[in-house]
């Protein structure tokens, strides 16, 4: 009797819930680039760098985060290093 109720709560707050945004910084097929890269980098913004693979590629991004305005005022930090980096929407898993 309750299980329908509970599974429609929780799909509603998962449509419902606020977006996140990332800063999605570069994709590097060798980790030398991205070493190279990551240390022109100020260390706080470092800090906020997260990868993971994929294949045999190397995705970099920001630790996702609700204020998107606090991503653009630190956009034009991470494109003075990565040029194409760019504000994303995205979905913690």
Do not use: C, W
Not at 35 to 59: H, M, W
Not at 72 to 89: E, G, N
């Amino acid at each position: 009797m309750f299980r329908p109720l509970i599974t429609i709560l929780l799909l509603s707050g998962l449509l419902l819930a606020s977006p996140n945004y990332t800063v999605r910084v570069a994709v590097f097929k060798y980790s030398k680039n991205l070493e190279r890269g990551l240390s022109k980098l100020p260390p706080a913004l470092r800090d906020t760098i997260q990868t993971y693979k994929k294949r045999n590629r190397t995705f970099v991004h920001t630790i996702p985060t609700k204020d998107k305005k606090v991503l653009k005022k630190l956009l034009p930090a991470y494109r003075k290093v990565f040029r194409d980096a760019y504000i994303s929407k995205t979905r913690l898993k």
